[in-house]
Nanobody, 120 residues
Framework: QVQLVESGGGMVQAGGSLRLSCAAS????????MGWFRQAPGKERECVATITWSGWTGIGTYYEDSVKGRFTISRDNGKNTVYLQMDSLKVEDTAVYYC??????????WGQGTQVTVSS
């Protein structure tokens, strides 16, 4: 099992920044990726950004179109922690943000979620 604990959510004005952290523990050796997803009220959960690693392909990142150029995902290997730096936040970024870990192509472990609220 992998345990994921998110932190760093909160309330910020539009144009501001927040940094989310996700610390993984447990069977972290089985992971080959981590990512951030979000779910706004009345909407489906969507993938925001992911970072994957492989001995064959190296490190890869993905960003949803609406966050490209504003959000940055990074990983601290030694701490088994993934960060999501969110800059130039918009009201539409308001959502519960979830961290997830990937194993063999499946997102199989999830954190409890952290609320991000962007006010105008």
């Amino acid at each position: 099992q992998v345990q994921l604990v998110e932190s760093g959510g909160g309330m910020v004005q539009a144009g501001g920044s927040l940094r989310l952290s996700c610390a993984a523990s447990g069977r972290t050796f089985s992971m080959n990726g981590m990512g951030w997803f979000r779910q706004a009220p009345g909407k489906e959960r969507e993938c925001v950004a992911t970072i994957t690693w492989s001995g064959w392909t190296g490190i890869g990142t993905y960003y949803e179109d609406s966050v490209k150029g504003r959000f940055t995902i990074s990983r601290d290997n030694g701490k088994n922690t993934v960060y999501l730096q969110m800059d130039s936040l918009k009201v539409e970024d308001t959502a519960v943000y979830y961290c997830a870990s990937q194993r063999s192509g499946s997102w199989d472990h999830w954190g409890q979620g952290t609320q991000v609220t962007v006010s105008s």
